[in-house]
């Protein structure tokens, strides 16, 4: 056997095998082997080829097409139960059958797909919604935090630092080596074991172990350290211990320059020279090359022009706001030698120098500039003793004695005599300064003060503070008959020295001395300037605004002289009286809106407001005998009306209070108003039997539909089912196109467990009155209540065909699929209704809370968007807040909401429900007290109580706390 043969020779290849593969001899096809490329658009070889195919993009085309339509018919493409996986007769003509065919199938499978769609709808929602909320996006879980980047300036946006690269950042930036000075024990220790090498490192010499340089005016390093003595290797000694002590020597120096000076010491505290010495950074924030670029500048111009002031102070402020204090200080030392008569130049050097230093400075600047009183008042400024300061302004009033401020800044230090007698002297140098003139008047007696402003009127006769001083000098001692004369002379004088008497200035000096407590003169200057400059026509308005504006300043006794002024002018005007009447119920006391109220009913008889505002005025007082007399005078016609009016409510002059109602009624039995507040104060007095004579009387007298309503109710609180229900019979006989007889009727059979009579009555009423909200209402709880959930969503339905566009029956539709659990019906609805009613802040303000929690802010930003200035909206942001336990935002927004619409009982029912969980006793004492001034009349949670039979007798307070109880806070 020949050895050299290889064993494998002969014997077939192992499966898998490709000869050469192990060496990289693989087989390679080149471009020749396949052809030339060529474009699509290239033609083709035969010249007489038909259209469509004459180039090899078309010919590639027709070569695929024919390819699709070639039938795959193999058996793995076969079913046995479906066939063919494609359409055997794919390639066969498409006939009319066929196409009848595939609508047939077609209509099949539509049909198909429509059974159980709505619950396979409503479970891939279900899932999906399940989904979502065990797994939701990033974008529901940051959106409330992208929404806050509105907030962020185009400053912050700017200065938020861009994005690194991160990967391999020890290798991009290796740290850099640090550099840390030999102590000194290593240099004697080899200089002690005879080393030769003595030289140090040129920065430990330069800076000694600190890297910052010597402030305080030696900017340099320290003297000597950088000589070539000590900077290149000596052939002496170095003798290491005092290179150290000079280096401890120039530390303590440093922290001595860094402290606090205090009466020219220095102090150094202890525990706090590294925070001084980090105060000590630069702060000027700018980049290093636009600080040179402004100092080059600078120092241009003080080359160019070095008498220019302004260029000294700008070149120290730079040096100042870098840190180079020092730098700065020689700088503007530099100024004042150049520009010795700029008093700007002057004070900022004092302002840059210490103490003792700034002193110096004042006092050298003084010799050059000695008229200069800003400068005598930064001397004085600069000293810390009383006496000195004296001392200072004395000799400035040497040498500018016509200078007003130097004589105030004198005055002040002074006690109340010897600034009296500096004052008599003040008047004499400046005769034409007011206030030294008034000044002087107050430290004088009544007697001299009257000399004082008499001397100054003639000095400056066109001044006004002068004669209101006057006039409020006169009220002050009691002579209160003068006041208006002077006043009156003022306006004349000034008129005759050809000044302009300005409106505004006037009633804002008015406004000063209401607030001084100058009564009779505030009243005066609004008697004699009210009226000028202002149009016939204009009066009434401009006025009105007037007091306005003094309420909102807090000038209660001018806004209360404008009203008299007023009535005065318009006696006849209900509107005036009724702003007057309402000004005094708020800012005023008992007394002084009773004694309007007589004067206005008299001057307005027929303006049932008014009495009825006395009437209650008095009730409220507990004066029930005396509102019933007012009540039965307004009916009366006005002869001597004035005269009963004083008897009835002075008090202490009606015996009895009762005058005989039924002779007054008969004089002006018509007036709907009186006759309801007469009803209402005895039915409040728990007089029911005389309420019910005065309701008959009122039906057969003034028989409308708001009498019959209380009629109805009157019998319905205190029992009487049946008499209530005859009423209401008679009342729909007469108006049965008022919807709250059908209501009441509806809800009393309700009460009687009459659910089919209710359910009739309230159909007959939206007969009648197809557009009443609260009767579609009562109608579909009617029937949620019995069980009738389909009826009552079919109601809803068809109010809002007949009442389009009507956020309440919406609002309804949404909580009644609440109530039955479909959560995703209702937030339907809730879309819908907010298409239709985009502006409602009920409807917002149900959607905020229908959303998920991380969705609730998300909402209320659109609601508020949409709603701004909405109390529902508000009050639904102050909920949310409260449910986010952030107690002061919760707060400010419920006196926002409480601000914009007092009349809301359910903003105040929340508030109260809030303070009783979060305020003291304080807090909750003045929101019950706010809500019972306001009086409100509307929300439904409040309506829910208020208007509840068991709680008819009840106050706004006792309303309040019923209605907080009823509250959970589960939002």
Not at 88 to 105: Q, V
Not at 417 to 435: F, G, K, N, Q, W
Request: hydrophobic fraction near 35%; charged fraction near 30%.
């Amino acid at each position: 056997m020949n050895k050299k043969k290889k064993p494998f020779l002969g014997m077939p290849a192992p499966l898998g095998y490709v000869p050469g593969l192990g060496r990289g001899a693989t087989g390679f096809t080149t471009r020749s082997d396949i052809g030339p490329a060529r474009d699509a658009n290239d033609p083709v070889d035969d010249r007489h080829a038909p259209p469509g195919k004459r180039t090899v993009g078309d010919q590639m085309k027709k070569s695929q097409a024919a390819d699709d339509d070639d039938e795959d018919l193999n058996d793995t493409n076969y079913d046995e139960f479906n066939g063919y996986a494609g359409s055997l007769f794919s390639s066969g003509p498409y006939e009319k059958d066929d196409e009848e065919a595939d609508a047939i199938y077609a209509a099949l499978d539509k049909r198909m797909d429509e059974r159980r769609k709505e619950r396979r709808e409503q479970r891939e929602k279900e899932e999906i919604e399940k989904y979502r909320m065990e797994r939701p996006k990033i974008q529901q879980q940051f959106s409330d935090l992208k929404r806050k980047l509105a907030e962020v300036t185009e400053e912050e946006w700017l200065s938020i630092p861009e994005v690194g690269d991160a990967r391999n950042k020890r290798q991009r930036n290796p740290r850099y080596e640090k550099l840390t000075p030999v102590p000194d024990s290593f240099f004697a220790k080899h200089l002690q074991t005879g080393e030769n090498h003595t030289s140090v490192d040129p920065r430990q010499t330069q800076f000694g172990g600190l890297n910052t340089p010597y402030p305080g005016g030696l900017n340099t390093p320290y003297p000597g350290g950088m000589t070539p003595g000590l900077m290149t290797p000596g052939t002496g000694e170095l003798d290491m211990r005092k290179i150290g002590q000079a280096r401890n020597t120039l530390m303590d120096m440093r922290l001595s320059q860094v402290s606090d000076s205090v009466s020219g010491q220095t102090v150094v505290d202890p525990k706090g020279y590294l925070t001084d010495l980090n105060s000590m950074i630069p702060t000027h924030g700018g980049d290093i090359n636009d600080i040179k670029k402004a100092r080059l500048l600078l120092k241009s111009v003080r080359e160019t022009n070095p008498h220019h002031p302004p260029a000294w102070i700008a070149s120290a402020r730079l040096e100042e706001v870098t840190g180079k204090l020092q730098v700065a200080r020689n700088l503007i030392m530099k100024g004042t030698e150049m520009c010795p008569k700029s008093e700007d130049v002057w004070l900022e050097a004092a302002r840059l120098q210490p103490g003792d230093t700034a002193k110096a400075v004042v006092a050298q600047a003084v010799r050059h500039l000695p008229q200069s009183v800003r400068i005598y008042i930064r001397a004085a400024e600069l000293e810390t003793d009383i006496r000195a300061k004296k001392r200072v302004l004395r000799k400035a009033l040497e040498h500018v004695p016509n200078s007003v401020r130097l004589w105030k800044a004198a005055v002040e230090l002074e006690e109340p005599e010897d600034a009296r007698i500096m004052l008599s002297r003040a008047v004499e140098c400046c005769p034409t300064s007011v206030e030294l003139w008034l000044a002087l008047a107050r430290l004088e007696t009544y007697e001299n003060a009257r000399k004082v402003l008499n001397k100054a009127r003639e000095n400056i006769p066109t001044d006004r503070h002068i004669w209101i001083t006057a006039a409020k000098l006169e009220e002050a001692n009691g002579n209160t008959q003068m006041v208006e004369k002077i006043i009156d002379r003022a306006i004349t004088s000034l008129r005759a020295n050809g000044v302009e008497i300005n409106r505004e200035q006037w009633i804002q000096d008015a406004e000063e001395c209401d607030k001084a407590g100058s009564v009779a003169t505030c009243q005066a200057v609004m008697r004699a300037v009210i009226g000028i400059g202002i149009e016939e026509e204009d009066r009434k308005h401009t006025w009105m605004e007037d007091a306005d504006s003094c309420v909102a300043h807090n000038a209660l006794e001018c806004a209360r002289a404008i009203y008299a002024y007023a009535l005065q002018v318009f006696p006849s005007k209900k509107s005036v009286w009724l702003r007057a009447a309402y000004f005094e119920k708020n800012h005023g006391t008992r007394e002084s809106l009773e004694a309007l109220l007589q004067r206005a009913v008299a001057h307005c008889p027929k303006a049932e407001v008014l009495w009825l505002m006395g009437a209650k005025s008095k009730w409220l007082a507990g004066d029930v005998p005396a509102a019933r007399s007012i009540l039965a005078l307004a009916f009366q016609v006005p002869v001597a009306l004035g005269l009963l009016i004083r008897s009835v409510m002075r008090p202490g002059k009606c015996a009895s209070g009762q005058l005989c109602f039924q002779e007054a009624v008969t004089a002006n039995p018509n007036s709907e108003e009186i006759w309801l507040a007469a009803v209402k104060l005895e039915s409040e007095n728990n007089e029911y039997e005389r309420a019910r004579r005065l309701l008959a009387k009122a039906r057969s007298s003034a028989p409308t539909a708001r009498v019959f309503m209380k009629s109805v109710k009157l019998e319905w609180v205190l029992g009487n089912i049946a008499a209530a229900q005859e009423l209401c019979e008679e009342a729909l006989r007469h108006y049965e196109d008022f919807p709250k007889l059908w209501m009441m009727k509806g809800q009393i059979e309700e009460q009687e467990e009459l659910m089919e009579r209710a359910r009739e009555a309230y159909n007959q009423g939206l007969k009648k009155c197809p557009h009443s909200t609260p009767l579609w209402l009562l109608l579909s709880r009617l029937e949620e209540k019995v069980g009738q959930l389909t009826r009552a969503r079919a109601i809803l339905e068809k109010s809002r065909l007949k009442n389009p566009k009507n956020p309440g029956l919406w609002l309804e539709s949404v909580r009644l699929e609440y109530r039955a659990g479909l959560k995703n019906i209702a937030n339907t609805l809730m879309a819908k209704a907010l298409q239709e009613c985009p502006n409602s802040g009920v409807l917002w303000s149900e959607a905020i809370f229908l959303e998920a929690r991380p969705q609730r802010k998300t909402k209320s930003v659109d609601a508020l968007k949409k709603c701004e200035h909405d109390p529902h909206v508000l009050l639904a942001v102050a909920k949310l807040f409260w449910s986010e336990r952030k107690i002061t935002k919760a707060r400010e927004w419920f006196h926002r909401t409480v601000k914009i619409d007092s009349d809301l009982g359910d903003a105040w029912a929340f508030f109260y429900k809030f303070e009783l969980q979060h305020g003291t006793e304080e807090q909750r004492e003045e929101v019950r007290r706010r809500c019972e001034n306001a009086e409100p009349r509307h929300g439904e949670l409040w309506c829910a109580v208020s208007k509840d039979i068991a709680n008819w007798q009840r106050k706004i307070g006792e309303i309040l706390v019923l209605v907080a109880a009823h509250i959970k806070n589960t939002f």
